[in-house]
């Protein structure tokens, strides 16, 4: 069993930054991918960004070059750099991670943080 725990969140203007984070119960060595998802009201919860366990990244066509995935082992955390915010970025951002064990795959999912950007 996998725990999430998601902070960073709050309200931020137009242009602005936030750094999401999200701190895992076990270590990150052993879960496939980490993963930041969002879902705006109405709307379905979209991929934002990956990390693999070997580093490896990708970001939706909407967020990239604006936001950046990056993990500290040590710490077990996972974080969102997020800048140049825009008023369509507001979402509950939800971090989640896959671990594939004992020719299984186990998806977990955090609470969840809000961020909403003001115009």
């Known amino acids: 069993q996998v725990q999430l725990v998601e902070s960073g969140g709050g309200l931020v203007q137009a242009g602005g930054s936030l750094r999401l984070s999200c701190a895992a119960s076990?270590?990150?060595?052993?879960?496939?991918?980490m993963n930041w998802y969002r879902q705006a009201p109405g709307k379905q919860r979209d991929l934002v960004a990956t990390?693999?366990?070997?580093?490896?990244?990708n970001y939706a066509d909407s967020v990239k070059g604006r936001f950046t995935i990056s993990r500290d082992n040590a710490k077990n955390t996972v974080y969102l750099q997020m800048n140049s915010l825009k008023p369509e970025d507001t979402a509950v951002y939800y971090c989640?991670?896959?671990?594939?064990?004992?020719?299984?795959?186990?998806?977990?999912w955090g609470q969840g943080t809000q961020v909403t950007v003001s115009s």
């Open positions: 989640n991670a896959y671990q594939s064990r004992d020719y299984m795959g186990y998806t977990y």
């Open positions: 076990v270590s990150i060595f052993s879960i496939n991918a």
């Open positions: 990390i693999t366990k070997v580093g490896s990244t």
